[in-house]
Structures are given as structure tokens and as C-alpha cells.
């Protein structure tokens, strides 16, 4: 009987398998149309300063509306991109679209004269060969400052391939971007390798940040450990998913200079930025 049973179970999870591979074969062949159906779009979250309450500059961030299954979570449809190589193509056209908007916005609101735009950058993207060429190649024909470039990398990509990617980038940095480390403080990477990569900014995981609270709790502790190693080392601090008064007053406490979070704003499409910009916001 037991035997049955164990049948009727492997019966039940092929089946499962049989379906969720057709979605994600589904799923693959959607994102190939993606790009020219004009499904994919990119929002940008505010970044904001501690110190003057204004807009600094913009984290590019991908979104999927799939005509039948609503918007896709880029956490799902980025693991898929990259398994397919089509990160390649949408990378570029996320970088392409995010430097227009820079330029765009750095005329079109003067009252923001320096604004950044962050975008991020998966490794299978930081690996591929031509990928300095075509970074410079975008700057160029979007007319994009480099130095208001920043390309973010997780720290769990740089620290898994160190030693391929120290190389790259140098080799970016030379074209006058800034390099980022993303989601700093889940990589489990040693805080001294830190110092050898050529980067400008690390970004407090979020996880760190949400649990920031009025307890001098263990949490609280490591990110506050992790904004001072990072001023130490001469870099520049961004808080990821600041959320609350209490978060902001803490950070700005130790000294933290850049944030973004749902206190200030969601990420939200460029007429809504746009819309956000020319009202000059202010918060203090
Ligand atoms: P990330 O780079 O760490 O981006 C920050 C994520 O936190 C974003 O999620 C953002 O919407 C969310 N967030 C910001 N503030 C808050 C807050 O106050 N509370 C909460 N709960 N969440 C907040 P999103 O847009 O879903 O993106 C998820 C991840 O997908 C990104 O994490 C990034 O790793 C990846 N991703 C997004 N766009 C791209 C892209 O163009 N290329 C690549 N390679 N990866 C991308
Ligand atoms: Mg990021
Ligand atoms: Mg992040
Ligand atoms: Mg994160």
C-alpha cells in the first residue's frame, strides 16, 4: 500500500514539474517579445540627501507588465533573463533608457543640476565581454556625463568572482562611472576585501535597515558597524528601504548621507518623476 501511495505521489509531482517547466518555457518565450511590445519598462526611485531633504538622484529599476499575468517581480523575471542570456539585450536597454533620463532631466529641471542614475547590473552582465565597449557606447550616443553613472553590483556577485571582475572594474571606472556595491551586509564577504575593489558607494541591504528600531537591537548594531567601516574606507553611504522616521533619524545619526525608501517614494514611472521634480520636493 505504501508502494501505491509512493506512486501516486511521484505521480502528482511530475505532474507539477511537467506544469511549472511549460510556465517558465511560457514565461521565456514572453520575455523574448518583451522589449519590442514595449511590456517592459523602467521606474526610478528617488535617492535622497540627509542633509538637504532634496533629490540626489535615481535607482533605474526594471518592471514586466505581462499582458496576461500582470507585473512580474523583477527578482523572478531577471533570474530568468539571465538563464536565457537576454539579460544582455534588456540590461542594455535599461542602461540606454536610464542614461536618456539623466541627460533628459539634468535639462530639463536646472534646479538639479548634478542628478545620478543608478542602474544595476547583474554579473552575467559584468562577464560578458563587451560590456566596457558597450557602456561607453551608450554614453556616448545618449550624451549621458559618465560621472552620473553608477552601476551597481550585488556584493554576493563581486564576491563570488573577485577575481575575474577587479579587473572590469578598473577598466569602468575608467570611463569616469562610479561603481557600487548593492545589498552590502548579505554577502557574508570579508569587510577587508572591501578596500581592493575600485568602488565609490555601498548600499545598506535592506534587511539591515528595516531593523533599525528604537533598541540598540543586534541588527541595529551590525548597520551602524557597516555605515562606519564604510566611511572609514572613504565611501560613500546609500540606505536602502528607509521606511521610517526612526530609521531616517538613526541613520542620519551616524552620519549616513543618501537614502531611499518608501518614506519618501516608491519607485514610480518617468511622467510621475517627472511630475515629482518640477514640484521641487523638499524633505526635511
Ligand atoms: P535592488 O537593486 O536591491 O533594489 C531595491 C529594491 O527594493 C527594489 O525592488 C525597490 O523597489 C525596493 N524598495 C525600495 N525602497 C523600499 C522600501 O522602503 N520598502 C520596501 N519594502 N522595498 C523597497 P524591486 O524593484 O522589486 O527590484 C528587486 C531587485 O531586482 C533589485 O534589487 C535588483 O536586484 C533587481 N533589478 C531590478 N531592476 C533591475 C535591472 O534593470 N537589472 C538587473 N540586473 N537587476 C534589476
Ligand atoms: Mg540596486
Ligand atoms: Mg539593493
Ligand atoms: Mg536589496
Not at 237 to 261: D, F, K, Y
Request: net charge negative; hydrophobic share 40%.
Amino acid at each position: 500500500q505504501a508502494k501505491a501511495v509512493g506512486k501516486a505521489c511521484y505521480a502528482v509531482f511530475d505532474q507539477t514539474m511537467h506544469r511549472h517547466a511549460l510556465e517558465r518555457l511560457q514565461l521565456e518565450n514572453d520575455l523574448r517579445r518583451a522589449i519590442e511590445t514595449q511590456q517592459l519598462q523602467v521606474h526610478y526611485q528617488p535617492i535622497i540627501s540627509m542633509d538637504t531633504g532634496k533629490i540626489t538622484g535615481f535607482e533605474a529599476l526594471l518592471r514586466w507588465y505581462h499582458p496576461q499575468r500582470g507585473m512580474i517581480a523583477p527578482n523572478y523575471f531577471i533570474a530568468i533573463a539571465e538563464e536565457t542570456g537576454l539579460i544582455q539585450t534588456i540590461g542594455q536597454w535599461v542602461l540606454r533608457e536610464a542614461c536618456q533620463k539623466a541627460k533628459l532631466w539634468q535639462l530639463t529641471f536646472p534646479q538639479f543640476p548634478s542628478l545620478f542614475m543608478s542602474v544595476n547590473l547583474s554579473i552575467h552582465q559584468l562577464t560578458y565581454p563587451n560590456l566596457v565597449e558597450k557602456v561607453a557606447e551608450i554614453l556616448t550616443e545618449t550624451g549621458c556625463d559618465p560621472r552620473y553613472l553608477k552601476l551597481e553590483i550585488t556584493e554576493t556577485a563581486i564576491a563570488q568572482k573577485a577575481e575575474t571582475v577587479i579587473p572590469i572594474l578598473e577598466e569602468l571606472t575608467q570611463l569616469g562611472i562610479q561603481l557600487c556595491i548593492d545589498d552590502f551586509g548579505t554577502g557574508y564577504s570579508s569587510l577587508s576585501r572591501l578596500y581592493y575593489f575600485p568602488i565609490s558607494t555601498l548600499k545598506v541591504d535592506r534587511s539591515f535597515v528595516s531593523g533599525i528600531t528604537q533598541s540598540t537591537n543586534g541588527t541595529t548594531k551590525i548597520a551602524s558597524a557597516i555605515v562606519n567601516l564604510a566611511h572609514s574606507l572613504g565611501l560613500e553611504v546609500i540606505a536602502e528601504g528607509v521606511e521610517t522616521e526612526q530609521q531616517l533619524a538613526t541613520l542620519r545619526s551616524w552620519g549616513c548621507q543618501l537614502a531611499q525608501g518608501y518614506h519618501w517614494a516608491k519607485p514610480a514611472a518617468s511622467p510621475q518623476i517627472e511630475a515629482l521634480l518640477a514640484s521641487c520636493p523638499c524633505w526635511q
